[in-house]
């Protein structure tokens, strides 16, 4: 994915299929937490289109471009107290792919995700049917997937500020600029 056609300043990061995930993610969540709500036979499958995105994407995680891999941006403790060091001391690093609080938040939506897609599809189960506490961690999960997108949406808007990048335009884009 590296090209030489891009200055130093600015730098491919997000391939196609990981921009196209991350915004056709986001369309699932927003459409089944906001627009259809629970038990219809269409948030059902808004639902496992999210889960079977979300598979795809681990997959992708192992075999994909160089900042799609979860090797270039898993968040070991070193990577992570490094990176909290870095922003303590008010000089936050440059990460051209995720840093490694993103990739906490990564690795945490894409659990919620699936923890929604595996409980959902638990409820259409005859031994589910109507069970209140499997309906409850659904819906807790769906909670807390929007408080953490939420978190994540506004902390790539300060990130990139931190970091004098253009984050947000970089998942549109798939280019990464420094300014």
Known sequence: MENSSFSPQARPVWDRFVRVFHWTLVSCVALNYFVLGDGKALHQWIGYLA????????????????YARFSSFFPTP???GRHIRQLKAGKPEMHWGHNPLG????LALISLVLGLGVTGWMQTLDAYWGD?????VHEVLGNVLIGLATLHALAAIVMGRLERTRLIRAMFTGVKERF
């Open 51 to 66: 889960a079977g995105l979300v598979m795809a994407r681990i997959v992708w995680g192992v075999i994909g471009s160089r």
């Open 78 to 80: 070193a990577r992570l």
């Open 103 to 106: 990739a906490l938040m990564i």
């Open 132 to 136: 209140e506490v499997l309906m409850e």
